[in-house]
């Protein structure tokens, strides 16, 4: 099992583009999450899934939009990227209790 | 104030030194979680404790629940214990999906 997989693993954008990151996990966990990890912060929820075709809010939502077609795919959507969203993105799935991560992607916004 | 405090920041010790990252939170949990990150590498799930003792080779996971307070022990570290250790804690009730609540990391270097 591969686990759960992000790509890409690095990425820069300019001020105003868009990106998608893509998180996929072959464990059949009907949970999943996007977080970002900044320097001197915590891991922080950007949102999250409960379920295939559910989504929902976490801490920090604005400036991003996620979509869960597949059960074992959760996509993070920035539409128009922003300094502030320089930072490492973790995805991580769930059955239960215990969340596995994935590799992290990091993203250089210009 | 942050829900969850970890300390030290920083650890430096050398090989063969016994460690111990304080982890202090200050709601109502249903669990606790201890996480490693090594270097530009991903992150895993050391320990998820709800009360007592857990222990894993060389690692050792203790929850108080009554001082909400759990330590990570490292006996006989090692170079390769080097890496952030993140304690994160599951809040009590709300939904099923298991939200986390993280410390900041405690970042570990171990010395030969």
């Known amino acids: 099992n591969a686990g759960v997989t992000q790509t890409p693993k690095f990425r820069v954008l300019k001020t105003g583009q868009s990106m998608t990151l893509l998180c996929a996990q072959d464990m059949n966990h009907e949970y999943m999450y996007w977080y970002r990890q900044d320097p001197g912060m915590g891991l922080r929820l950007i949102h999250y899934s409960v379920g295939e075709g559910t989504t929902a809010k976490g801490e920090v939502p604005d400036g991003y939009n996620v979509s869960r077609l597949k059960k074992q795919n959760f996509l993070l959507g920035l539409e128009s990227a922003a300094p502030s969203q320089t930072s490492v993105y973790f995805c991580a799935s769930s059955y239960h209790y215990e969340q596995y991560f994935g590799p992290g992607t990091r993203l250089t916004v210009t | 104030k942050n829900e969850v405090e970890q300390s030290p920041q920083n650890l430096t010790a050398q090989e063969g030194e016994f460690i111990t990252i304080n982890c202090s939170y200050s709601v109502g949990i249903s669990a606790l979680h201890w996480l490693q990150q090594h270097p530009g590498g991903g992150i895993v799930s050391l320990f998820m404790?709800?009360?007592g003792k857990k222990k894993h080779g060389r690692l050792i996971a203790t929850i108080n629940i009554q001082e909400k307070h759990s330590s990570l022990h490292i006996t006989a570290s090692h170079p390769r214990d080097s890496a952030v250790y993140i304690c994160?804690?599951?809040?009590?009730?709300?939904?099923?999906?298991?939200?986390?609540?993280f410390g900041q990391g405690t970042i570990l270097t171990v010395h030969p």
């Open positions: 404790l709800s009360s």
């Open positions: 994160a804690v599951r809040n009590a009730g709300g939904t099923s999906y298991g939200k986390l609540t």
